[in-house]
C-alpha cells in the first residue's frame, strides 16, 4: 500500500473530488427539471435528520482512526492499525443498527410534527439504510487516510458518484407518475445506490491488499507497543473522536435547525407550505451545491492535512505545521476565486444554462462574495482538530450557528426578506466561524495568515471580474449563451492564473509534486 506525500494525497483527493463534483452536478440539473423546485425541496429535508445521525455515529471516528493509524504507521505497527479497524467496526456497526432501527420507529412522528410537510415520510423512510452504510465507509476511509494512501476513498468516491447519477435520475424518473413525494424517495433510494457501491469499493480495496500481504503484520518496536498499550484502543478512540464529534455535531445540529427553523419562519412570513419548500428546495438542492463546488479541494485539503499534521504534531515539528497551513490557506483561496467570481458576474447565465431558472441568480450572487471564508473554513478546522483542539473548533462553530439560527428566525419571518433572511444569516456565519478558527490557531500556534497572498488574490479576482464582465457582453454570439459563457469564463481564467503566476502564488515547484503532471514536468 503506497504512502503519498502531503501534496500527492491532496492532490489525489482532489482530482477525485473535482470529478465526483462535476459529474455529481449532472443530477443536480437534471432532477429540478424532473421533480421540480418543490420535488428536490422535499428531498432535502430529509437530509438533515440523516447528517445528525451520521454525525453521532461517525463524526469524529474516521480522524481518531487516521489519527491513531497514522502514528501506529509511524513506528511501523501494522497490526495495532489493524486492531484499530476491526475495533471501530463493530463500534460503528453496533451504533448504526440502533439507529437505523429508531428511524423507522420514530418517522411517522418526526415528518408529521417536526417538518412542516409530511410528504418527506417517504424519503425519510428511504434514506435509512445509508446509515449503516456510510457508517462502514467512514471506518474504513479513515483508515487508509490514516495510512496517507488516498486512492481507495478516491475511487470509492467515483464508484458512488457515477451509481448516484445513473440510479437517482432513473428511480425518480419511474416514481414521478406516483406523485412528487415518490419521485423525491426514488431520488433518495438512488443515493442509497451510490452508498452501497461506494462501500463494496473500500472492501474490495482492503480486502486486495490483505490478500496481497500488504498488511501482514510486521515486528512491532518496543516504544510502539509502550505506546500502544497505555490505553485501550476503544478509549483512546473515543478519546479523539468524542470532542470532535460534538464539534460536528453542532454543525449538523445547526443544519437540521436551520432546515426547521427556515420552513416555520417562512410560514409566519405569509409564505404557503409548497412555495417554502420550493424556496427551500432552490436554496438548499440548487444554489448551496453550486456555491460548494470548490470545496473539492478544501475537503480534499482537510482530509490530507490531519495524518500530516498529526504526524508533525507528535515530532513537535512546528515548522513543518506552519508550511502545511501556509499551503492548505494558499490553495484554497488561488483555487477557490475564480469560482466566486464568476458566480458573481455570470450569475444569470450560469443558472440559466445548468437550470434553465434564472430566478435563483440573485441568490446564488449574494452569497458569492462570501465563497472563500467557506473554502479556507475547513482547512482551519481540520488543523485544529489534528492539534487535539477540537473544544477550540466546538465553541467557534457553536457561537456561529447560535448567530445563524437567531439571524434566521429574526430575518426570514419578515416577508420583505423571506428565503432571503436565511442566506444573509448562512454568510455571515461563513464570515464568522472563520474568523473565529484562525484566531484560535494565532493563539494556539502564533499562526498569522498571509495577507499579502489575500490581497493578490483579491486584486486577480478584480482583473478577472472586469474582463469576464466585459467579454460576456462584447463577444460576437449573443445568441449562443454557453460559448458566450464559455469563451469570456476561460479567458478570465486564464488571465487570472496568469496574475497568480506573477505572484508567485502557483510555482513550478508545487506543480511538480502533483502525479502524472509531476512527472511532465520533471521531464521538460
Known sequence: MKKQTFIQGTMILLAAGIINRILGFIPRIVLPRVIGAEGVGLYQQGYPFFIVIVTLITGGIPLAIAKLVAE????????????????????????????????????????????TDERVYYTFVSMTPMILIVAVSSVYRGYFQGKQNMIPSASSSIAETLMRILCVLWFSYLLLPKGIEFAAAGAMLGAVAGELIGMFVLLWQHERNRKAGILVPAPMPQRSKTKMESKSIFKRIMSISIPVTAGRLVGSISYLLETIVTAQSLALAGFTKAIATAQYGAMQGMVIPLLLLPGALTSSLATSLVPSLSEAAARKDYKTIHKRMHQSLRLALVTGGPFAVIMYVLAEPLCLLLYNNSSIADMLRTMSPFALFIYTQAPLQAALQALERPGKALFNTMLGAIIKISLILYLASKPEYGIYGAIIAI??????????????????????????????????????????????????????????????????????????????????????????????????
Not at 73 to 101: C, M, P, R
Not at 433 to 442: A, D, F, N, P, Y
Not at 476 to 500: D, E
Open 72 to 115: 501506529a504507521e509511524s513506528y511501523g505497527d501494522v497490526k495495532a492499525s489493524e486492531k484499530i479497524l476491526k475495533t471501530s467496526l463493530f463500534f460503528t456497526l453496533t451504533a448504526g443498527a440502533i439507529f437505523t432501527a429508531l428511524c423507522l420507529l420514530f418517522a411517522p412522528f418526526v415528518t408529521s410534527r417536526i417538518l
Open 427 to 524: 454568510c455571515i456565519n461563513a464570515l464568522v466561524v472563520t474568523l473565529l478558527h484562525g484566531r484560535s490557531l494565532k493563539q494556539l500556534l502564533g499562526f498569522r495568515f498571509r495577507w499579502l497572498d489575500a490581497l493578490k488574490v483579491g486584486t486577480g479576482m478584480i482583473i478577472m471580474a472586469a474582463v469576464v464582465e466585459y467579454l460576456f457582453h462584447h463577444l460576437p454570439w449573443p445568441s449562443i449563451l454557453f460559448l458566450q459563457f464559455l469563451v469570456s469564463s476561460f479567458i478570465g481564467l486564464l488571465l487570472y492564473l496568469s496574475v497568480m503566476a506573477a505572484c508567485r502564488l502557483i510555482d513550478l515547484h508545487d506543480l511538480s509534486r502533483v502525479p502524472i503532471l509531476g512527472a511532465w514536468i520533471r521531464r521538460k
